[in-house]
């Protein structure tokens, strides 16, 4: 248990579909933050959460769509999305965005 | 821009040797942070180390340490008598500055470490 617990671990899905990815920290942080992890590239920020409010949105198309309820509680709506969008996708938080992440496990999501 | 390179897309590790990740990185800032990630087939990131740019004293954590050179803006991670466990991907990762006490991580490719019996 790392502390950061992202649901589901593993997710197929059809380009019509529309699916939510989930992650909840239990470490009292106030910053989290979404990454996209493609093969044979570098970890992509996608969203950051600061305080529950958006700051960073690092030209992600609209089919990802975050949502932040509380400090707690991180989603990612996914909707028509494209077989290139397959990949990992981790969640992180962290007491503030200046410091050290701790990372969830990752949901691996297939676009068929 | 800021920007983290790692050479080596892999490397293999005798059993109880010690082994070094390269890492260089790019930055005008004179106020960062440096961190190092292991993430194994399961694919959770775990922390491993931490240097900060003022810290005049390379990082260690048990068998982990950070050789940094500031200079040529290096920060390479050292694992001393690697372990089978030791297997799995290695990133390196900066903490940049974005706007008034806002940061990320902008983290590199990765390093996949194989450690032989």
């Known amino acids: 248990e790392t502390g950061v617990t992202q649901t589901p671990r593993h997710l197929v899905m059809g380009m019509t579909n529309k699916k939510s990815l989930k992650c909840e920290q239990h470490?009292?942080?106030?910053?989290m933050y979404w990454y996209k992890q493609s093969a044979k590239k570098p970890l992509e920020l996608m969203f950051v959460?600061?305080?529950?409010?958006?700051?960073e949105n690092n030209s992600v198309p609209s089919r990802f769509s975050p949502e932040c309820p509380n400090s707690s509680h991180l989603f990612l709506h996914l909707h028509t999305l494209q077989p290139e969008d397959s990949a990992l996708y981790l969640c992180?938080?962290?007491?503030?965005?200046?410091?050290?992440?701790?990372f969830g496990s990752g949901t691996r999501l297939t676009v068929v | 821009a800021q920007k983290i390179t790692q050479t080596q897309p892999g490397m293999f590790v005798q059993e109880k040797e010690a082994v070094t990740l390269d890492c260089t990185y790019d930055?005008?800032?004179?106020?960062?942070?440096l961190f190092w990630y292991k993430q194994p087939s399961s694919g959770e990131m775990i922390f491993l180390i931490y240097?900060?740019?003022?810290?005049?004293q390379n990082a260690t954590e048990g068998r982990y340490s950070l050789n940094f050179q500031k200079a040529r803006k290096s920060a390479n991670l050292v694992i001393s008598a690697s372990q089978l466990g030791d297997s799995a991907m290695y990133f390196c990762?900066?903490?940049?500055?974005?706007?008034?006490?806002?940061?990320?991580?902008?983290f590199g490719k990765g390093t996949k470490l194989s450690v032989i019996p």
């Open positions: 990762a900066m903490r940049v500055e974005t706007g008034a006490g806002s940061y990320q991580l902008t």
């Open positions: 240097q900060g740019s003022y810290d005049e």
């Open positions: 992180a938080s962290s007491q503030g965005t200046g410091d050290g992440y701790t």
């Open positions: 470490l009292g942080h106030n910053a």
């Open positions: 930055t005008s800032d004179q106020s960062y942070g």
């Open positions: 959460y600061n305080f529950k409010e958006q700051t």
